[in-house]
Nanobody
Framework: QVQLVESGGGSVQAGGSLRLSCVAS????????MAWFRQAPGKAREGVAG????????RYDDSVEGRFTISRDNAKNTLYLQMNSLKPEDTAMYFC????????????????WGQGTQVTVSS
């Protein structure tokens, strides 16, 4: 069982930055794939970024490529998402997820989810 707790969300103006964190309580954290997803009201959950267990391989959705950076610190069981140049369309609830199916941005490939942290970007 993996428990995930996100933090770092908030309200910012367009062009601003936020850094999300996700702490995992699992002895096997360094062996699982991790990812960030987001869900806006009335929309489906979508993958934002993913990282392999070692942290050296990442994957991004086109909508955030070049603006967001995913990273992980396996010594601290923590996943990060640095979000720069934020846009109003980035407004959503952000979730971290853990799984073993590979470096995927498909929600169904992840087994464990956090409760989410809200990000609101105003224009």
């Amino acid at each position: 069982q993996v428990q995930l707790v996100e933090s770092g969300g908030g309200s910012v103006q367009a062009g601003g930055s936020l850094r999300l964190s996700c702490v995992a309580s699992a002895y096997a954290y360094s062996s699982v794939y991790m990812a960030w997803f987001r869900q806006a009201p009335g929309k489906a959950r979508e993958g934002v970024a993913g990282v392999n267990p070692g942290g050296g391989i990442t994957r991004y959705d086109d909508s955030v490529e070049g603006r967001f950076t995913i990273s992980r610190d396996n010594a601290k069981n923590t996943l990060y998402l640095q979000m720069n140049s934020l846009k109003p369309e980035d407004t959503a609830m952000y979730f971290c997820a853990a799984g073993s199916a590979g470096l995927s941005l498909t929600p169904g490939d992840y087994n464990f989810w956090g409760q989410g942290t809200q990000v609101t970007v105003s224009s």
